[in-house]
């Protein structure tokens, strides 16, 4: 399980700031998460367009359940703040990323 954490760190990172946020309202934190999501969400769409496609994205070996915790807990965290729009923003960025994931070709020599 280590090995792929690594891999996830700017996840877990931006998660842990989203949560500060909830717990303590961090001024700092906001802006971080303000300048963050509309930048991941920017990111999701150009993976997903035809531009992306000449870039070779390396696998990271991060499960696929692991984003989709992160994710929910961005969605849910946010909308405790009461930040609806940044929580609209990271359930496109869940959209996004299942859909990405859904059009990646499946590697069948992992075991």
Known sequence: MMFWIKN??????????IAIFYFNGATWGWWIIVIYT???????????SGIANAVQRKADDVPV??????????????????????????????????????????SSSKA
Request: aromatic share 12%.
């Open 8 to 17: 996830a760190l700017i996840d877990l990172a931006i998660t842990a700031v």
């Open 65 to 106: 359940w692991f984003y989709h915790l992160l994710f929910g807990a961005n969605v849910v965290l946010l909308m405790l703040s009461n930040l609806l729009l940044l929580a609209a923003g990271w359930a496109a960025i869940w959209v996004l990323s299942t859909i990405a994931e859904s059009r990646r070709p499946r």
């Open 38 to 48: 509309p930048l991941m969400v920017l990111l999701k769409v150009f993976a997903l």
